[in-house]
């Protein structure tokens, strides 16, 4: 599975736990916030879920992790999420 990584770009703070689990266990993901807005990251990215009317749950706030279908919010619930699948 390639996961999608949303977070600030410029700002490690909770995001990083993340990117740390992610690299620590393989996995292959793309990370919104080291992408240009030009090819579909940076803030733009991360609003279209946040703000956005085709969301019926978006997250509350940043991190949040797009795994297939789900979207995964809070750095604890991802990091619960990703531990067995990346163990």
Partial sequence: MRYVLYYWPGIPGRGEFVRLALEAGG????DTA???EGEGGGVAAMMRLLEGPDVAGPPFA??????GRRLIGQTANILLFLRPRLA
């Avoid at 996995?27 to 793309?30: E, G, I, K």
């Avoid at 940043?62 to 795994?67: D, E, G, T, V």
């Fill in 34 to 36: 080291l992408l240009p």
């Fill in 62 to 67: 940043p991190p949040f992790l797009r795994a």
């Fill in 27 to 30: 996995a292959s993901y793309v």
